[in-house]
Nanobody, 126 residues
Framework: VQLQASGGGLVQAGGSLRLSCAAS????????MAWFRQAPGKEREFVAA????????YYADSVKGRFTISRDNAENTVYLQMNSLKPEDTAVYYC????????????????????WGQGTQVTVSS
């Protein structure tokens, strides 16, 4: 599957953004989807994951209650709604896909995910 992330930009602290990740192919619903992010000089870190039908979600503690992951299987798209943004949310955001759901500790590992998008920059100013 090929992934194309979009929707990043510059926003003030406290603002909102919605990221989108469009997937190619007809088997989107057979993939678990996730968002990761990578700030300058830091390792890529897990943000959120969503199961094949959207019935299960998992969030990093740092974004819980502020970010919402969702998906539209008819549109082959996964979303990340980001509210109450903070300067520390500044990063390049990547979407990822894998056929398998797993324990949360495994979902948070970059090595679990087979497919990656190209990333979209999110910058939050203070």
């Amino acid at each position: 599957v090929q992934l194309q992330a979009s929707g990043g930009g510059l926003v003030q602290a406290g603002g909102s953004l919605r990221l989108s990740c469009a997937a190619s192919g007809r088997t989107f619903s057979s993939y678990v989807m996730a968002w990761f992010r990578q700030a300058p000089g830091k390792e890529r870190e897990f943000v959120a994951a969503i199961s094949w039908s959207g019935g299960s979600t998992y969030y990093a503690d740092s974004v819980k209650g502020r970010f919402t992951i969702s998906r539209d299987n008819a549109e082959n798209t996964v979303y990340l709604q980001m509210n109450s943004l903070k300067p520390e949310d500044t990063a390049v955001y990547y979407c990822a896909a894998d056929p398998k759901w797993a324990y949360q500790s495994v979902l948070a590992l970059t090595t679990h995910w087979d497919f990656w998008g190209q990333g979209t920059q999110v910058t939050v100013s203070s």
